[in-house]
């Protein structure tokens, strides 16, 4: 079975500061990874994601992430943050070609910007 | 593209009362559809996956008959919470999938439905 874990509840930073949230995954197959955000009250937006190919993956906002299969993790990076990226952010798996074709998420961290 | 809707966007029923919320594809067609619920604070869990034109598989602890599911169309799924009382209340997200994007599992979310049960 598959699972997901994001360690941090919740990160605050500063305004322009980086910030790295934590994935780490279990699965004995081979998964696709994503990043997922969600504002208050609204449902949930693809960040990024890992299929194959290149382990860094960016999105047009500035995040990144690096799909590192050794260390099972799909850490979220931004090198600067600003205040309108404080959400809730979910990192989810999913299983290549399984039958069950199902997400899999993580408890979610909040990304509390400050200024 | 990819967009999916959800109505109401948000709801106050009685205790007792039953509850439609209706989730829509906009621009593709979804053979797939999932329904998820979100507690406060917590992350998303999938109650059922919708296939058009037959029944959902409902996840373990899932009650089938409190939470029916119809997906008449390949751009229409429907939850119906039944019989709704307070611990119902939640935060409630489908999403779909389109055919071409099964191969990566990709989904599109709605933007939800907030249910409040008094």
């Known amino acids: ?115 | 593209g990819a967009v999916v809707s959800q109505h109401p966007s948000w709801v106050i029923c009685k205790s007792g009362t039953s509850v439609k919320i209706e989730c829509r594809s906009l621009d593709f067609q979804a053979t797939t559809m999932f329904w998820y619920r979100q507690f406060p604070k917590q992350s998303l869990m999938l109650m059922a996956t919708s296939n058009e034109g037959s029944k959902a598989t409902y996840e373990q602890g899932v009650e089938k008959d409190k939470f029916l599911i119809n997906h008449a169309s390949l751009t229409l799924s429907t939850l119906t919470v039944t019989s709704a009382h307070p611990e119902d209340s939640s935060f409630y997200i489908c999403s779909a999938r389109p055919p071409r994007g099964g191969q990566h599992n990709e989904q599109f979310f709605g933007p939800g439905t907030r249910l409040t049960v008094l």
């Open chain 1, 1 to 115: 079975a598959q699972s997901v874990t994001q360690l941090d509840s919740q990160v605050p930073v500063f305004e322009e500061a980086p910030v790295e949230l934590r994935c780490n995954y279990s699965s004995s197959v081979s998964v696709y990874l994503f990043w997922y955000v969600q504002y208050p009250n609204q449902g949930l937006q693809l960040l990024l994601k890992y299929l194959s190919g290149s382990t860094l993956v960016k999105s047009i906002n500035g995040f990144e992430a690096e799909f590192n299969k050794s260390q099972t993790s799909f850490h979220l990076r931004k090198p600067s943050v600003h205040i309108s990226d404080t959400a809730e952010y979910f990192c989810a798996v999913s299983v290549y070609g399984g039958a069950t074709n199902k997400l899999i998420f993580g408890t979610g961290t909040l990304l509390a910007v400050q200024p």
